[in-house]
């Protein structure tokens, strides 16, 4: 069934801006909206002698007949410099313009949509105490799960924190003599891999906070881990190799990667799973296809940055497009087209580039920044121009994630404080009830504490 709207439409009712003229008949009638009243009025009060001329007036006038001199110098001449008609003839417009729906109208306001602002934080939401997280630029040590829960490995041991009621659990806690080193959920988040620094990785049940198995590869610390769909696992390490272990299998190495010269500091995989982005100490990009992982033959090599390529990450709205930071002797961002290996824009950010996230309710990305900058900064795609900044922290920013919905941001910094920022909200509804964000809103408040 139509609606209202098209109903009436169908009775091709005219606004009135279509009916303003009409086919001229064998009658004058003048159009108000066209005439110069003042201008009229002044005419009517002009005093004709016998003879038709004016009469002549007087040196001292009052102020009405001031007024009337006045009005007749500036509006006896139109705006083209020609004698002002005053009844004023006019064919129809209809003849050149078409004829305008009211209905028409009144749907074209309804199809044109509202644009809404979201207002940016000045300040972290939240803050939690990290004591005891690592400053080491080459680790990953913070990720938050599908499941809504941040895993954050803090000095030997790692903790889960349930962001929908604030808990904190204790998973694990390593040797005197090792450490946790990279922190990565599985896309479903119920299953946490953990990389060490006496190079295993620990697959462990976020649900029932038990060890699922141990993963060896590597010969040195494993700093990188990246999960991908079907239980496969990438793992970086300092001995400059790429593993990658299907960890349903006995024999889980299925695959080793090695074109770096220096340690895998960076690995991320794409959203559909068929491209890996690995960055490296050596100052290099790899992008590797997932359908050929049996060789060491990557798809892309991309040696524009001038230092270590800890910050890589995948663009939610265009997959075939990866962002990558630069260290300190860099500082750079640059986007990279992974079908034609082509870098499509960059820009000097003036700090060290230590993490990236893309928001994926608007087109932009998020930097977090070391030396010697400390901050957050937000970037519009894909012009990279710079909307705003976030301060807060006291030292370096080394760890980036956001919450499963994409609305907030969590950075762990050196000064061991995790702050959450609301910064990637979408814009408000048109309605003024929103009880989702009131139920987040309860969430992150801005209380603080401790993490342990």
Avoid at 216 to 222: C, G, K, L, P, T
Wanted: net charge neutral; charged share 25%.
């Amino acid at each position: 069934m139509s609606s209202p709207l098209m109903r009436l439409r169908d009775r091709e009712w005219q606004s009135p801006a279509a009916q303003r003229f009409i086919d001229q008949g064998d009658r004058f009638i003048p159009t108000r909206s066209m005439m110069n009243l003042d201008f009229a009025q002044s005419s009517l009060m002009r005093q004709p002698r016998r003879d038709g001329a004016l009469v002549d007036r007087p040196e001292i006038l009052t102020p009405k007949e001031e007024y009337r001199r006045r009005v007749e110098e500036n509006w006896t001449l139109d705006s083209q410099g020609k004698p002002l008609k005053m009844l004023v003839f006019r064919g129809s417009p209809r003849k050149s313009h078409p004829s305008v729906l009211l209905v028409d109208e009144i749907l074209k306001e309804e199809r044109e949509p509202t644009r809404r602002f979201r207002l940016l934080p000045e300040s972290a939401d939240r803050i939690l105490d990290g004591p005891e997280l690592i400053d080491d630029y080459y680790l990953n040590l913070m990720d938050w799960g599908k499941s809504n829960i941040l895993a954050v490995a803090l000095g030997r041991s790692l903790y889960l924190w349930n962001a929908a009621n604030a808990m904190v659990q204790l998973l694990l806690t390593s040797d005197v003599d090792d450490h946790p080193t990279s922190v990565a959920w599985s896309v479903d988040g119920k299953t946490v891999a953990v990389g060490f620094t006496s190079s295993k990785v620990e697959i462990w049940d976020a649900v029932a906070l038990q060890q699922v198995r141990i993963l060896e590869a590597h010969s040195a610390r494993v700093g990188s881990l990246s999960w991908t769909w079907n239980s496969m696992l990438s793992s970086g390490s300092r001995d400059a190799s790429i593993a990658n272990h299907d960890v349903r299998s006995f024999h889980h190495v299925s695959s080793k990667l090695k074109a770096h010269t220096g340690e895998v500091c960076g690995l991320k995989w794409s959203c559909g799973g068929d491209l890996l982005a690995s960055g490296g100490n050596d100052n290099l990009v790899h992008v590797w296809e997932s359908s050929k992982m049996g060789s060491s033959k990557y798809l892309h090599r991309f040696t524009d940055h001038s230092a270590a390529i800890r910050a890589l990450a995948w663009c939610p709205f265009q997959p075939k497009t990866l962002a990558s930071g630069g260290g300190t002797a860099d500082r750079c961002i640059k986007i990279w087209n992974a079908e034609t290996g082509k870098c499509t824009n960059s820009i000097n950010t003036g700090a060290q580039v230590c993490a990236l996230e893309w928001n994926r309710h608007q087109k932009e990305i998020l930097s977090a920044h070391g030396y010697n900058q400390n901050r957050l900064s937000l970037w519009a795609y894909p012009s990279l121009a710079k909307i705003t900044d976030f301060t807060g922290h006291t030292d370096r920013i080394l760890h980036l994630s956001q919450s499963p919905d994409g609305s907030t941001v969590v950075s762990a910094a050196a000064d061991e404080r995790i702050c959450f920022w609301k910064v990637f909200q979408p814009p408000p509804p048109c309605s003024s009830s929103s009880p989702g964000l009131d139920d987040e809103d309860r969430l992150l408040s801005l209380k603080r504490m401790h993490i342990r």
